[in-house]
Structures are given as structure tokens and as C-alpha cells.
């Protein structure tokens, strides 16, 4: 099934443990009004898809708890509209401290479990103050 080209108007999927098997389809790429997409539970393997940037509302990602594996594409970092990424429990790798950078909207981030390494405590923090000063920001008016 070509998921992309049958639900490309689709704005929320939610197909969570469902024992799904085999590798997220590139195709997905296609379904630009996608906001919402939570595939974790599943039996899912394979690398992540690399092509992201078409998905430009993306605002949450989870894929957590499946088998997925490699690095994270660069390509996941650049969406403007991401807050929220889970990639918990599946077989990701990689440094994170440049490509974390990329990510400026994001508010919650997951990736316990994955072997992943590089200096993000500056990054973090970087980030945390951001959203420090954008929750007093809001208390103020």
C-alpha cells in the first residue's frame, strides 16, 4: 500500500501497538498535512525514513518502542513545527550535539535507550532557558 498516495490528507495517525512489522514507508513523505504521528509499540525496523522536510506541520513524533535502528536523517531535525520527538527504546546511534541544534522548537525530547553520545548539556541548557523565558513570558501577560 502506498500510504502516502491513498492518506495524503491525512492530519493525525495514530496506528500504536498493533503489531505492525517491516520499515516506516518512505512514502509517508507525500502526506504533507500530517501533524500527529505515533507508530511506537509496534515491530517496526529498519532505518528511519530520510525524507522529513516535506513534512513541514509535523508538530509530534513518536516511534519509540520498536526496532528501529541507524542514525537519526538530518532531514527530522529541520521541521519548523516539531515539539515533541520520541525515539525511545529502539536501536538509534549517533552524536546529537550539531544536530540538536537544528531542532529550535522542540520542547520534549526522548531518546532513552538508543546509543546515542556527544556534549548536549550546553545545548539543553541553551533550550531550557528558551523555554524558560517563553513561560514567564506568557505568566507576565
Known amino acids: 500500500m502506498n500510504i502516502g498516495h491513498e492518506m495524503s490528507l491525512l492530519e493525525k495517525l ?6 505492525l512489522n517491516g520499515s516506516i514507508p518512505p512514502s509517508m513523505s507525500r502526506m504533507a498535512s500530517l501533524s500527529f504521528l ?13 525524507n522529513w522536510q516535506a513534512l513541514q506541520g509535523l508538530t509530534v513524533i513518536d516511534l519509540s518502542c520498536n526496532n528501529l535502528s541507524g542514525r537519526i536523517p538530518s532531514s527530522m531535525w529541520l521541521s519548523p513545527s516539531l515539539i515533541w520527538l520520541k525515539l525511545r ?8 550535539s ?3 541544534q537544528k531542532c529550535t522548537g522542540l520542547f520534549a525530547l ?18 531550557l532557558d528558551k523555554i524558560k ?9
Do not use: W
Not at 505515533?38 to 530520510?50: C, D, M
Not at 527504546?89 to 546529537?96: A, Q, R, S
Not at 546515542?116 to 533550550?127: D, E, H, P, W
Not at 523565558?133 to 501577560?141: L, P
Open 14 to 19: 495514530d496506528i500504536s501497538r498493533n503489531f
Open 38 to 50: 505515533h507508530l511506537s509499540s509496534n515491530h517496526l525496523s529498519g532505518a528511519l525514513p530520510t
Open 89 to 96: 527504546n529502539n536501536n538509534l546511534y549517533g552524536e546529537l
Open 98 to 100: 550539531s544536530t540538536l
Open 110 to 127: 526522548d531518546l532513552g535507550g538508543d546509543k546515542f553520545f556527544g556534549a548536549i548539556v550546553r545545548i539543553l541548557t541553551c533550550k
Open 133 to 141: 523565558g517563553k513561560r514567564q513570558d506568557k505568566m507576565r501577560n
